[in-house]
């Protein structure tokens, strides 16, 4: 598949400069490349010498814990979702009361097993919550 053709032809990144820049240059450039929305190096350097903004992004390590766990959370709330639909569906299919009442028992026992979940939830949002409000 060939590439697409650029709708401004004086937007085009087509005159290639070299240079040499010491070890140390390189890397800070390395640096804001990695912390900034800029994909390469070239680009990091088009920014600067263009006088453009580079948008530098910062990521809080201590926000890594509560997210793996808010993630963790929302897989299992998905999942029980998941069942509690297909026992609705069965619910609904079923013929005789003995099967109905089967299958309303293992959807109340799911929507158990929910409450505790939600509780977390609200509790990680809670503590989150005071953090964005004393760090601002």
């Known amino acids: 598949m060939p590439r697409r ?11 290639p400069i070299i240079i040499r820049i010491t070890e140390e240059t390189f890397s ?9 929305n800029c994909q390469s190096i070239g680009e990091v350097a088009r920014n600067i010498l263009t006088r453009k903004k580079i948008l530098m992004l910062h990521r809080d390590i201590s926000m890594d814990g509560p997210m793996e ?8 709330l998905k999942a029980i979702g998941i069942n509690i639909n297909q026992q609705t569906r069965y619910f609904h299919c079923s013929k005789s009361e003995v099967e109905r009442s089967f299958h309303f028992i293992k ?6 097993g929910i409450d505790g979940k939600v509780d ?3 509790e990680i949002v809670g503590k989150l919550t ?7």
């Open 5 to 15: 053709k650029a709708k401004n032809k004086d937007n085009l990144v087509n005159r």
């Open 28 to 36: 800070k450039l390395e640096e804001i490349r990695q912390s900034s």
């Open 69 to 76: 766990e808010l993630a963790s959370i929302r897989m299992e």
């Open 107 to 112: 959807t109340v026992g799911m929507y158990k």
């Open 120 to 122: 977390r939830l609200l």
């Open 130 to 136: 005071l953090k964005w409000l004393t760090d601002n």
